[in-house]
């Protein structure tokens, strides 16, 4: 069974400053990267995903992810966030022998600064 | 062009009653899965659902159960409900292709309160 971890439950950033959501990942077979921004009382928004390919995928919104698969990292970066950033934010995998259901890491809370 | 809707956006229940939530899925996709997401954490797996039967189902009890329509709609009920059902219940829909799913998109969501 595969498994993510996001190792910080809460980013405080002040407005203007970089921003990196670390996300890791166990799978015993190859994955699909996924992660995701949850706005309050909202569903989930996907931000960007990794199938295959380069390693450096690009989202909306500015931020990028960067897939590592010796370290199983997929972590988020956003080299200058925004008020409008403060968010819940989802690291996801999905397995192609598992018919592609998303597991989910628990999440990281974004909070922007002034 | 609608993306996935969810009714109703807000329930509220008492222990041992039966709920059910429903989701119309994006327009061309045919497939339709469900999260369960507890205050403070990430979304839970519960089922998916594909040409009318359950293909996948998460590690949920049997009083989670669901059901997909021709028009590919579906929905998710729960039986004898616990407290620990309080959750936001999300939809997924997606187009499954050789095998594989493909556009999963979220819908808003059903917060369901259980008293």
């Known amino acids: 069974a595969q498994s993510v971890t996001q190792l910080d439950s809460q980013v405080p950033v002040f407005e203007e400053a970089p921003v990196e959501l670390r996300c890791n990942y166990s799978?015993?077979?190859?994955?699909?990267l996924f992660w995701y921004v949850q706005y309050p009382n909202q569903g989930l928004q996907l931000l960007l995903k990794?199938?295959?390919?380069?390693?450096l995928v690009k989202g909306i919104n500015g931020f990028e992810a960067e897939f590592n698969k010796s370290q199983t990292s997929f972590h988020l970066r956003k080299p200058s966030v925004h008020i409008s950033d403060t968010a819940e934010y989802f690291c996801a995998v999905s397995v192609k022998a598992a018919g592609n259901k998303l597991t989910f890491g628990g999440g990281t809370r974004v909070l922007v600064k002034p | 062009d609608a993306g996935v809707t969810q009714s109703p956006t807000h329930l509220i229940k008492t222990r041992g009653q039966q709920v059910t939530l429903r989701c119309s899925p994006k327009s061309g996709h045919d497939t339709v899965s469900w999260y369960q997401q507890a205050l403070g954490q990430g979304p839970q797996f519960i089922f998916q659902y594909y040409e009318e039967e359950e293909r996948q189902r998460g590690n949920f009890p049997d009083r989670f159960s669901g059901h997909q329509f021709p028009n590919y709609s579906s929905e998710l009920n729960v039986n004898a409900l616990l407290l620990g059902d309080s959750a936001l219940y999300l939809c997924a829909s997606s187009f499954f292709v050789g095998g594989l799913v493909y556009g999963y998109t979220f819908g808003s969501g059903t917060r369901l309160t259980v008293v």
């Open positions: 799978s015993s077979v190859s994955v699909y």
């Open positions: 990794y199938l295959s390919g380069s390693t």
